[in-house]
Protein backbone atom coordinates (compact mmCIF):
# COMPACT_ATOMS: atom_id res chain seq x y z
CA UNK A 1 0.00 0.00 0.00
CA UNK A 2 1.32 3.39 -0.38
CA UNK A 3 3.70 5.23 2.26
CA UNK A 4 5.12 7.85 3.02
CA UNK A 5 8.52 7.78 4.98
CA UNK A 6 10.26 10.08 6.57
CA UNK A 7 14.04 10.60 7.76
CA UNK A 8 15.57 11.35 10.55
CA UNK A 9 12.21 10.41 13.00
CA UNK A 10 14.13 12.61 15.51
CA UNK A 11 16.83 15.42 15.20
CA UNK A 12 18.82 16.92 17.45
CA UNK A 13 20.60 20.86 16.72
CA UNK A 14 22.07 23.94 18.34
CA UNK A 15 20.66 26.92 17.65
CA UNK A 16 21.95 28.06 14.30
CA UNK A 17 22.40 25.15 12.80
CA UNK A 18 20.72 24.16 9.65
CA UNK A 19 18.37 20.97 9.94
CA UNK A 20 16.93 18.74 6.94
CA UNK A 21 14.18 16.37 6.93
CA UNK A 22 13.16 14.32 4.07
CA UNK A 23 10.11 12.66 2.87
CA UNK A 24 10.04 9.57 0.61
CA UNK A 25 7.02 7.80 -0.85
CA UNK A 26 6.68 4.22 -2.66
CA UNK A 27 4.65 5.71 -5.30
CA UNK A 28 4.23 8.88 -7.61
CA UNK A 29 2.34 11.80 -5.92
CA UNK A 30 -0.08 14.74 -7.62
CA UNK A 31 1.22 17.27 -5.00
CA UNK A 32 3.18 17.46 -1.20
CA UNK A 33 2.33 19.39 1.62
CA UNK A 34 4.23 19.69 4.73
CA UNK A 35 2.44 20.42 8.36
CA UNK A 36 4.10 21.72 11.74
CA UNK A 37 3.39 20.77 14.70
CA UNK A 38 3.94 22.24 18.02
CA UNK A 39 4.60 20.49 20.70
CA UNK A 40 0.83 19.81 22.56
CA UNK A 41 -0.72 21.49 19.92
CA UNK A 42 -2.04 20.30 16.07
CA UNK A 43 -0.78 20.27 12.96
CA UNK A 44 -0.62 23.89 11.03
CA UNK A 45 -0.33 23.75 7.50
CA UNK A 46 3.13 25.04 5.98
CA UNK A 47 3.04 24.87 2.11
CA UNK A 48 2.13 22.58 -0.74
CA UNK A 49 4.25 22.00 -3.92
CA UNK A 50 2.43 20.51 -6.64
CA UNK A 51 5.33 20.76 -9.75
CA UNK A 52 7.67 18.12 -10.34
CA UNK A 53 11.26 19.49 -9.55
CA UNK A 54 9.20 22.65 -7.49
CA UNK A 55 11.31 25.05 -4.74
CA UNK A 56 9.31 26.91 -2.56
CA UNK A 57 10.85 29.52 0.02
CA UNK A 58 9.34 30.82 3.43
CA UNK A 59 12.08 32.99 5.04
CA UNK A 60 14.18 30.16 6.76
CA UNK A 61 12.37 27.29 5.49
CA UNK A 62 13.16 25.77 1.93
CA UNK A 63 11.01 23.21 0.31
CA UNK A 64 11.69 21.08 -2.64
CA UNK A 65 9.60 18.21 -4.58
CA UNK A 66 11.35 15.96 -6.69
CA UNK A 67 11.67 15.52 -9.80
CA UNK A 68 10.43 12.20 -9.59
CA UNK A 69 7.70 13.38 -7.44
CA UNK A 70 8.30 10.82 -4.97
CA UNK A 71 10.24 12.79 -2.71
CA UNK A 72 10.88 15.90 -1.14
CA UNK A 73 12.54 17.91 1.48
CA UNK A 74 12.05 20.69 3.70
CA UNK A 75 15.32 22.64 5.24
CA UNK A 76 15.29 25.09 7.68
CA UNK A 77 19.08 27.64 7.60
CA UNK A 78 19.90 28.73 11.00
CA UNK A 79 17.18 27.42 13.30
CA UNK A 80 16.17 28.86 16.34
CA UNK A 81 13.76 27.95 19.39
CA UNK A 82 10.79 28.32 17.88
CA UNK A 83 11.53 26.15 14.97
CA UNK A 84 10.98 23.01 17.58
CA UNK A 85 8.18 20.69 16.83
CA UNK A 86 7.48 17.67 14.66
CA UNK A 87 7.01 17.67 10.52
CA UNK A 88 5.02 16.39 8.54
CA UNK A 89 4.89 15.99 5.12
CA UNK A 90 1.57 14.90 3.55
CA UNK A 91 1.48 13.38 -0.34
CA UNK A 92 -1.55 13.71 -2.55
CA UNK A 93 -2.71 10.73 -4.35
CA UNK A 94 -6.03 10.46 -5.75
CA UNK A 95 -8.49 12.15 -3.02
CA UNK A 96 -6.57 10.73 0.08
CA UNK A 97 -3.47 11.91 1.69
CA UNK A 98 -0.67 10.36 3.03
CA UNK A 99 1.03 11.64 6.40
CA UNK A 100 4.17 10.67 6.34
CA UNK A 101 5.87 9.49 10.12
CA UNK A 102 6.71 12.65 10.93
CA UNK A 103 10.66 14.60 11.97
CA UNK A 104 10.48 15.62 15.54
CA UNK A 105 13.10 18.53 16.10
CA UNK A 106 14.72 20.00 18.89
CA UNK A 107 16.48 23.09 18.95
CA UNK A 108 18.97 23.40 22.06
CA UNK A 109 19.53 27.26 23.36
CA UNK B 1 -7.25 29.61 16.16
CA UNK B 2 -8.03 27.28 12.91
CA UNK B 3 -11.50 27.91 12.98
CA UNK B 4 -11.99 23.83 13.68
CA UNK B 5 -13.72 23.07 17.10
CA UNK B 6 -13.43 19.66 18.56
CA UNK B 7 -14.95 18.20 22.00
CA UNK B 8 -14.35 16.97 24.43
CA UNK B 9 -10.77 18.01 24.90
CA UNK B 10 -10.02 15.17 27.13
CA UNK B 11 -11.67 12.06 27.91
CA UNK B 12 -11.14 9.09 29.97
CA UNK B 13 -12.90 5.95 29.93
CA UNK B 14 -13.00 2.17 30.58
CA UNK B 15 -12.06 -0.65 28.49
CA UNK B 16 -14.80 -1.93 26.92
CA UNK B 17 -17.14 1.17 26.73
CA UNK B 18 -18.20 3.47 24.13
CA UNK B 19 -17.71 7.14 23.36
CA UNK B 20 -18.35 9.66 20.87
CA UNK B 21 -15.63 12.81 19.43
CA UNK B 22 -17.39 15.63 18.07
CA UNK B 23 -16.05 18.08 15.27
CA UNK B 24 -17.14 21.16 13.99
CA UNK B 25 -15.60 22.01 10.15
CA UNK B 26 -14.59 25.60 9.73
CA UNK B 27 -17.53 27.85 8.31
CA UNK B 28 -17.85 27.03 4.96
CA UNK B 29 -15.13 23.52 4.49
CA UNK B 30 -17.59 20.56 3.50
CA UNK B 31 -15.06 17.77 3.84
CA UNK B 32 -14.01 16.15 7.59
CA UNK B 33 -11.22 14.09 8.34
CA UNK B 34 -10.36 12.06 11.31
CA UNK B 35 -7.16 10.85 12.46
CA UNK B 36 -5.46 9.00 15.21
CA UNK B 37 -2.35 10.27 16.93
CA UNK B 38 -0.75 7.68 19.20
CA UNK B 39 2.43 8.76 21.45
CA UNK B 40 5.13 9.53 19.54
CA UNK B 41 3.41 8.20 15.97
CA UNK B 42 2.51 9.97 12.92
CA UNK B 43 -0.58 10.65 12.12
CA UNK B 44 -2.90 7.80 10.89
CA UNK B 45 -5.90 8.51 8.73
CA UNK B 46 -8.87 6.83 9.69
CA UNK B 47 -11.80 8.29 7.72
CA UNK B 48 -13.03 11.13 5.46
CA UNK B 49 -16.46 12.66 4.81
CA UNK B 50 -17.23 15.50 2.04
CA UNK B 51 -21.26 17.12 2.39
CA UNK B 52 -22.67 14.62 4.65
CA UNK B 53 -20.91 11.46 2.34
CA UNK B 54 -18.18 9.09 2.92
CA UNK B 55 -15.19 9.76 0.77
CA UNK B 56 -12.23 7.82 1.44
CA UNK B 57 -11.35 5.38 4.23
CA UNK B 58 -8.24 4.93 5.81
CA UNK B 59 -6.70 2.34 9.14
CA UNK B 60 -10.17 2.78 10.79
CA UNK B 61 -11.28 -0.17 13.08
CA UNK B 62 -14.76 -1.77 12.71
CA UNK B 63 -15.43 -0.88 16.30
CA UNK B 64 -15.16 2.71 14.65
CA UNK B 65 -17.78 4.22 13.31
CA UNK B 66 -17.94 8.11 11.81
CA UNK B 67 -21.09 10.12 10.40
CA UNK B 68 -21.22 13.69 9.01
CA UNK B 69 -24.41 15.41 10.24
CA UNK B 70 -26.41 17.86 7.32
CA UNK B 71 -24.71 20.56 9.43
CA UNK B 72 -21.76 19.49 8.24
CA UNK B 73 -20.54 18.51 11.78
CA UNK B 74 -19.31 15.08 12.59
CA UNK B 75 -18.57 12.47 15.03
CA UNK B 76 -16.72 10.00 15.52
CA UNK B 77 -18.06 6.75 17.73
CA UNK B 78 -15.40 4.43 19.27
CA UNK B 79 -16.97 1.35 20.77
CA UNK B 80 -15.79 -1.61 22.83
CA UNK B 81 -12.44 0.09 23.94
CA UNK B 82 -9.23 -1.05 25.04
CA UNK B 83 -5.88 0.00 26.62
CA UNK B 84 -4.67 0.57 22.79
CA UNK B 85 -7.30 3.19 21.57
CA UNK B 86 -5.68 5.81 23.87
CA UNK B 87 -4.43 8.37 21.50
CA UNK B 88 -4.68 12.08 20.51
CA UNK B 89 -7.63 12.03 18.02
CA UNK B 90 -7.46 15.21 15.11
CA UNK B 91 -10.65 16.15 13.60
CA UNK B 92 -9.39 18.10 10.33
CA UNK B 93 -11.61 20.06 7.15
CA UNK B 94 -11.27 21.31 4.06
CA UNK B 95 -13.09 23.36 1.59
CA UNK B 96 -13.82 20.56 -0.67
CA UNK B 97 -12.08 17.28 0.00
CA UNK B 98 -12.82 16.00 -3.45
CA UNK B 99 -8.67 16.67 -4.47
CA UNK B 100 -5.54 16.03 -2.13
CA UNK B 101 -4.64 19.43 -2.73
CA UNK B 102 -6.80 20.84 -0.25
CA UNK B 103 -4.99 22.40 2.70
CA UNK B 104 -6.43 20.84 5.90
CA UNK B 105 -6.70 22.53 8.96
CA UNK B 106 -6.82 20.88 12.47
CA UNK B 107 -9.29 21.25 15.15
CA UNK B 108 -6.85 21.03 18.72
CA UNK B 109 -8.09 17.11 19.32
CA UNK B 110 -9.70 14.66 21.58
CA UNK B 111 -7.34 13.14 23.74
CA UNK B 112 -8.87 9.75 24.99
CA UNK B 113 -7.26 8.32 27.58
CA UNK B 114 -8.88 3.92 28.31
CA UNK B 115 -8.12 2.66 31.80
Known amino acids: GQQVMQIPQYQHVQEGEDFTTYCNSS?????IQWYKQRPGGHPVFLIQ?????EVKKQKRLTFQFGEAKKNSSLHITATQTTDVGTYFC?????????FGTGTSLTVIP | DSGVTQTPKHLITATGQRVTLRCSPR?????VYWYQQSLDQGLQFLIQ???????AKGNILERFSAQQFPDLHSELNLSSLELGDSALYFC??????????????FGPGTRLTVL
Open chain 2, 92 to 105: ASSVTGGASTDTQY
Open chain 2, 49 to 55: YYNGEER
Open chain 1, 27 to 31: TTLSN
Open chain 2, 27 to 31: SGDLS
Open chain 1, 49 to 53: LVKSG
Open chain 1, 90 to 98: AGGRGNQFY
